[in-house]
């Protein structure tokens, strides 16, 4: 619909693989965009422009319930998309198989089917999705990535990072939805016990050196980052933060989203905004040699700065850093403290069901005698998954003289924890709001040995 208003065109019917149009602007007209659109030869007839629109106000009277395909196409996204949102989905997967396109929602961490599509209607939505989001319609043997604004209610707007990769049945295209829950900005919400935040906010105090959240992807480590710039920010404190992308904006702070096409990358972009007087700098990632080294060298001339890390534990981020080639030396002065987290999915509390420890499979002294633990079922509450929402389990390692003093004993880095990510997760599983089945994932899955 708004593309024939646009153009001020209306379709008069196809002969012998040519589509024709009468539009009152045939010097606007792209042809080869419609050719392109329609996969047919486009012919052009002048009209009036003001007939044309008359005729289109008719066509398109929602109010007998006529709509175009285009019009069609945007009520199935705007349908797909309303539905993840109130579900509080994270990403939605469009995969084109050999005779249909699966649309998955993940949600808690999880993906399910949601529903098929045909492919011709998907041809429609990926086309309608690139041009919202500014992308190369007719390129579709290159990854492309995106972004588009949706307007989920009267007083909501999200941003939603848009994906595109050619596979074998045609292009796969991802929508991450980048939600803006002020209330989740927030430490003392993130679930970190008393002892945690006490750490956290002796970091804050601080002024230089380098904190890192460290976590796998989708672990929740920019809303920590954001939630501690909420704490520091201050009229009188110069906050930038450097990032792929930007997800949330908060007032008071330089916000830069990186951009490889025209050079500006974690590095590039670091050395620009360490010219700009910060006092307190957020770098998304340290990504490669360079953006640690100036990270590093940010931190022990005098700014705070703040980052993640990719890795699985507190130690690999000091490994990590010394194979971008940062010195020994400059890491012990320059890192103030990591920590490191990750999220676990919280049991329905309307369907959790009950289990006897001589049930469990697994190794139960891990477990205290008297403790009642649960397991998922399914209810129509939770759409049959047995989950409903996630928190966070963390562990927090503090650069002091006795972590230093072992460094430079050669003892690598030996440090004594206190609360660590695998006992929070016993914890919560002890209280009944996760499963057990999901502590002993997080045990094996991600390789942890400790001994609790």
Do not use: W
């Amino acid at each position: 619909m708004e593309m024939a208003y646009n153009m001020n065109i209306l379709s008069v019917g196809e002969k012998d693989g040519t589509l024709t149009f009468y539009t009152g602007k045939a010097e606007f007209v792209n042809k080869k965009y419609l050719s392109l659109i329609y996969d047919k030869n486009i012919e052009l007839i002048d009209a009036s422009e003001a007939q044309i629109k008359e005729i289109l106000d008719k066509i398109y009277n929602t109010s007998l319930g006529i709509y175009s395909s285009e019009e069609f196409t945007k009520r199935q996204i705007e349908e797909i998309i309303k539905t993840a949102i109130s579900m509080k989905v994270s990403d939605i997967h469009f995969e084109p198989q050999k005779k249909y396109v699966n649309i998955r929602f993940r949600k808690d961490g999880n993906l399910f089917i949601y529903e098929k599509l045909k492919f011709k209607d998907y041809n429609n939505i990926i086309i309608r999705v690139k041009l919202l989001s500014n992308m190369d319609i007719s390129d579709k043997l290159r990854a492309q990535d995106g972004k588009m604004i949706f307007y989920y209610s009267n007083n909501e707007d999200l941003d939603i990072r848009i994906s595109t990769i050619p596979c074998v049945y045609g292009e796969k295209l991802v929508m991450r939805i980048l939600y803006r829950d002020e209330e989740l900005i927030n430490l003392k919400k993130l679930n970190f016990t008393e002892n945690q935040l006490k750490k956290i906010y002796g970091l804050l105090k601080l002024k230089h050196g380098i904190v890192i959240v460290n976590g796998p992807t989708g672990s929740g480590k920019s809303t920590t980052l954001y939630s501690m710039l909420k704490e520091v920010n201050k009229d009188d404190i110069n906050i930038s933060t450097i990032e792929d992308p930007v997800e949330f904006c908060i007032d008071g702070i330089t916000q830069i989203n990186i951009n490889e096409k025209i050079g500006l990358s974690f590095s590039s972009g670091l050395k620009h905004l360490l010219r700009q007087d910060p006092d307190i700098v957020m770098i998304g990632e340290i990504r490669d040699e360079n953006t640690a080294k100036i990270a590093v060298r940010a931190a022990i001339t005098g700014h705070k700065v703040f980052s993640t890390i990719h890795t699985n534990n507190p130690e690999e981020v000091f490994y990590r850093l010394l194979d971008m080639g940062v010195e020994k030396y400059l890491l012990m002065q320059a890192i103030n403290g990591v920590i490191s987290q990750r999220l676990v999915r919280l049991l329905c509390p309307k369907c959790k069901t009950r289990i006897r420890k001589e049930d469990i499979d697994y190794d139960i002294n891990y477990f205290e005698l008297n403790s009642t633990l649960y397991k998922a079922k399914g209810c129509e509450a939770c759409n049959f998954t047995g989950y409903n929402g996630r928190t966070m389990i963390s562990e927090i390692l503090i650069v002091d003289k006795n972590f230093i003093k072992n460094l430079k004993d050669g003892k690598e880095f030996l440090y004594k924890k206190e609360e660590d990510i695998l006992s929070s997760c016993k914890y919560l599983a002890e209280k009944g709001v996760v499963s057990v089945e999901d502590f002993f994932a997080l045990k094996d899955g991600e390789g942890i040995i400790n001994e609790l």
